[in-house]
């Protein structure tokens, strides 16, 4: 299993501003994903962070509006930029298991945004 | 492209009613199929998984068996609890053309009165 500490667990951001997340895991991981789950709906991917490259975009996101780094194989960071009250959901860091459990994917407990 | 259709909630039920949580997906391949849970105030967790036809997956009482057939998923219990009240997620991931990610059904939201 993997264990993964996410932080801040909630902000309240004014319109323009950024907000960047952190995910620590206890082990290393090839790769972090990072989701997000707006009111009421169900998760959305928005990429896929490996270590040592740029990460992989879902459409509809963009490096500019979500810049990712990874640098090393415990930790990332999400950065949401030039918030808007669009913006206001939960955003989740994931990792994937190892070995048997290499199909599952293990998740923080999220960060709550709002966006006034 | 691949994707996840759940039933949609919210699922309200008595305590000891059977549950069914219906799931359908569209993949290329041959996708590993999952449930997450989400308790509120919580995060997300894996409930069971099937990674091949036919495969039954199980957990705290919860079934669901891969039905390639029907492209099913469904979410079963024989006999809820308070204590199931969640939103359940069913997901798929290693399709043809997914690369490993998950991807989610819209979420239902199980509410279980005492």
């Known amino acids: 299993s993997a264990v993964i500490s996410q932080k801040p667990s909630r902000d309240i951001c004014q319109r323009g501003t950024s907000l960047t997340i952190q995910c620590q895991v206890d082990s290393q991981v090839t790769m972090m994903f990072w989701y997000r789950q707006q009111p009421g709906q169900s998760l959305t991917l928005i990429a896929t962070?490996?270590?040592?490259?740029?990460?992989?975009?879902e459409s509809g996101f963009v490096i500019d509006k979500f810049p990712i780094s990874r640098p090393n194989l415990t930790f990332s960071t999400l950065t949401v930029s030039n918030l808007s009250p669009e913006d206001s959901s939960i955003y989740l860091c994931?990792?994937?298991?190892?070995?048997?459990?290499?199909?599952?994917?293990?998740f923080g407990s999220g960060t709550q945004l709002s966006v006034l | 492209g691949d994707s996840v259709t759940q039933m949609e909630g919210p699922v309200t039920l008595s305590e000891e009613a059977f549950l069914t949580i219906n799931c359908t997906y569209t993949a290329t391949g041959y996708p590993s199929l999952f449930w997450y849970v989400q308790y509120p105030g919580e995060g997300l967790q894996l409930l069971l998984k099937?990674?091949?036809?036919?495969d039954k997956g199980s957990n705290k009482g919860f079934e669901a068996t891969y039905r390639k057939e029907t492209t099913s998923f469904h979410l079963e219990k024989g006999s809820v609890q308070v204590s199931d009240s969640a939103v359940y997620f069913c997901?798929?991931?290693?399709?043809?053309?997914?690369?490993?990610?998950?991807?989610f059904g819209q979420g239902t939201t199980l509410q279980v009165k005492p």
């Open positions: 997901a798929l991931t290693g399709g043809s053309g997914n690369t490993g990610k998950l991807i």
């Open positions: 994931s990792v994937r298991g190892t070995g048997a459990a290499n199909e599952k994917l293990f």
């Open positions: 962070a490996n270590q040592g490259s740029e990460a992989t975009y």
């Open positions: 099937a990674t091949k036809a036919d």
